[in-house]
């Protein structure tokens, strides 16, 4: 079946620090891939996405990249922030026709950035 | 409009009490969908709605969960005799889908149940 893993939290990072959080994923065919974000108190945002092999997805100075090859699709981020404490969750949506469109996700790495 | 919209956004509720909670969707979108996040969890499907068509539900929603969306517009997701078990954060999204293709899915801010 469809599934998505990502490295546990929580992490913890320096401001300025270079941030990785690895996202694996099962399925068949070329699943559309994203990244959301969950601030403290507030509902799911959706960060980047990809939706084909080698796209790379950016905002906010966070990028991933969709590697069909590694069935990875890994977020960085140069420097980070305070504000960039959340908690990411991987999330993929399978393809093919006649699907729902339904998310599947991973379990979330939590951040936390000190100052 | 200013995104999805969920009400109430916290709900303390007793044991075996019935429970409602509303979702408003972005206007144009016309996919629906209701998930459960319990704490350090990823979101887990409950119910996906096209316009006003429940086409399916997952095999955690028990026969005391209820969703409707009878307009196509606001959904609502009732919890019957409510358990301990079920306190968790109720999400709502919706996107818009045609002939294969979809928006992303935009998110409401939950609403947290907790069960005493």
């Known amino acids: 079946g469809n599934s998505v893993t990502q490295m546990e939290g929580p992490v913890t990072l320096s401001e300025e620090a270079f941030l990785t959080i690895n996202c694996t994923y099962t399925?068949?065919?070329?699943?559309?891939l994203f990244w959301y974000v969950q601030y403290p108190g507030e509902g799911l945002q959706l960060l980047l996405k990809a939706t084909k092999a080698d796209d790379k997805g950016s905002n906010k100075g966070f990028e991933a990249t969709y590697r069909k090859e590694t069935t990875s699709f890994h977020l960085e981020k140069g420097s980070v922030q305070v504000s960039d404490s959340a908690v990411y969750f991987c999330?993929?949506?399978?393809?093919?026709?006649?699907?729902?469109?339904?998310?599947?996700w991973g379990l979330g790495t939590s951040l936390a950035v000190n100052p | 409009d200013t995104g999805v919209s969920q009400d109430p956004r916290h709900k303390i509720t007793k044991r075996g009490q019935n429970v409602t909670f509303r979702c408003d969707p972005i206007?144009?979108?016309?996919?629906l969908y209701w998930y459960r996040q319990t704490l350090g969890q990823g979101p887990e499907f409950l119910t996906y709605f096209q316009n006003e068509a429940q086409l399916e539900k997952s095999r955690l929603l028990s026969d005391r969960f209820s969703a409707e969306r009878p307009k196509g517009s606001f959904s609502t997701l009732e919890i019957q005799r409510t358990e301990q078990g079920d306190s968790a954060m109720y999400l709502c999204?919706?996107?818009?889908?045609?002939?294969?293709?979809?928006?992303?899915?935009?998110f409401g801010q939950g609403t947290r149940l907790t069960v005493v």
């Open positions: 999204a919706s996107s818009f889908g045609r002939f294969g293709t979809s928006t992303e899915a935009f």
């Open positions: 206007s144009e979108h016309n996919r």
């Open positions: 399925a068949t065919g070329y699943p559309s």
């Open positions: 999330a993929l949506i399978p393809s093919g026709a006649g699907n729902n469109r339904k998310l599947i």
